[in-house]
Every structure is written in structure tokens, then in C-alpha cells.
């Protein structure tokens, strides 16, 4: 049972107690359903499982211990534990992903078919690839059919969303690009200015895309990061210096 959990842990990213949690929890939701009560699974330090039934008599909690059934054949609810691990893996690393919203993301291009949305393989962490979608109205038209997102090559990404998904039966984990915000322009700043960046102030007051962002600066910012940015969104970066920031 320990080389199976450990097993489990590796092949859904999980720790050793997500998974006996998962266990606990689906032969709980199981076998509440079995015995039409609210029921407990524990999974005790010998590896056995232990199934007590919770309820109300005159008023009190009552509890007693039952016998684990044979609800389901041993491949039916391996079926049904991967399932439950496969939906807490993802649930995992959205939660994780979240965290990195709004941030920027180089990636590589990987499909890009006429009139539909660009995949791209990215990291949002490190040595850990992931596929994301970009979807066509988050592409300036200026950059749509000029031959700017070829299969293999690399682009700079606003990281705009993550959430579950349900595809085809599986539980997935759906990472949304896009190439118009603000924030990207913002972004893209940050990155050339490295670690100068502390020593500047500005934000990126409107974005008109595919022709200019107007960006609010506190002092100017060097030529060489300005031209860097105007490359990569194919636009205009137009800096307006103010004091104090707007």
C-alpha cells in the first residue's frame, strides 16, 4: 500500500498525505452514498481502512465502525480514485498558478492555424512546461497576419488567466495568454530595465494597440529598453514624464 501511495504521489504531483486524503475522501463519498449516511474513511497507520458511519441519537453523536463492502470491482474504483487524484492534482496547480497572474511570460509558438487561437508552450514554472492558448482577440490585428506567431518562434505574453476545465471527461488546467494589456507594455519594461528597475517609476497609462502605449515616468527611461519593447510589441512606446507618478 505504501509503494502504491508513493506511486500515486509521483504520478500526480501530489504529496504523500494529498493522496491519502484523496483515498479518505473518495471512499467516504462512496460509501455515504452506499449506506445512505454520512460515513468516514480513515486510512490507519497499518494501511488498513477504516470506515465509521456518523449519526444522531436522541440528540447525540453517535458513531460505529462498519464493514468496508464490496461496492465496487478493484479496476472500477482504481477508475474512480484516479479520477479524484487527477481533479486534486489540477485544482494543486491552478491554486499555484494563480499566484503568477498578470506576470510576464516568454513563450514559444507551437500551433497557429488560420482563424484560430495560438497554442504556446511556455513555463510559469521553472523546467516545467506547459501548453497555453492565446486566443485570437487577445492578438493585435496588426500582428495576427504578419507572420509574427510562426510554429517555433518566441514571443513575450500578459499571463491573464488560469482555471480548471473539464475536457473531454478529464479535468485540465487552462492557461490564458494575451498580447493586448497594459500590463504586458508594463511588463516588458520591467524585464529590459532588470535590475534597474527599482530605481524608475511608471505605469502604462492607456495602450493603443498596434500603434502605441503611453507610459507615465517619473524620470526618463533609457533609449535602449524603450526600443527593445517598441521591437517586441511592434508599436510605439511614448513616455510622458511626470512628477509625482499620476
Known sequence: MQSAILSLASRYALSRTEVIQEIESAFALLLSKWYRQE?????????????????????????????????????QFKTYLEEHLATAAVIKQVRLFKSFERRLLWGEVVRNKTGDNVLVETEIVPDEPIIAVCPLNRIGVHE??????????????????????????????????????????????????????????????????????????????????????????????????VKPLQ
Open 144 to 241: 495576427r497576419f504578419a507572420g509574427r506567431f510562426q510554429v517555433g518562434q518566441r514571443r513575450a505574453f500578459h499571463l491573464r488567466q488560469v482555471e480548471p476545465v473539464i475536457i473531454s471527461g478529464t479535468p485540465r488546467t487552462k492557461v490564458v495568454l494575451d498580447r493586448v494589456s497594459k500590463t504586458l507594455t508594463e511588463n516588458l519594461l520591467r524585464y529590459q530595465l532588470g535590475d534597474a528597475t527599482g530605481r524608475f517609476q511608471f505605469r502604462c497609462l492607456k495602450r493603443y494597440v498596434g500603434h502605441k502605449s503611453v507610459v507615465l515616468a517619473t524620470r526618463k527611461l533609457p533609449r535602449e529598453v524603450i526600443i527593445a519593447v517598441d521591437r517586441e510589441l511592434k508599436e510605439r512606446v511614448e513616455v510622458q514624464i
Open 39 to 75: 460515513v468516514m474513511v480513515f486510512l490507519r497507520e497499518d494501511m488498513l481502512l477504516e470506515v465509521v458511519a456518523y449519526s444522531k441519537r436522541n440528540g447525540l453523536l453517535a458513531q460505529r465502525v462498519l464493514e468496508l463492502p464490496a461496492v465496487l470491482s478493484r479496476s
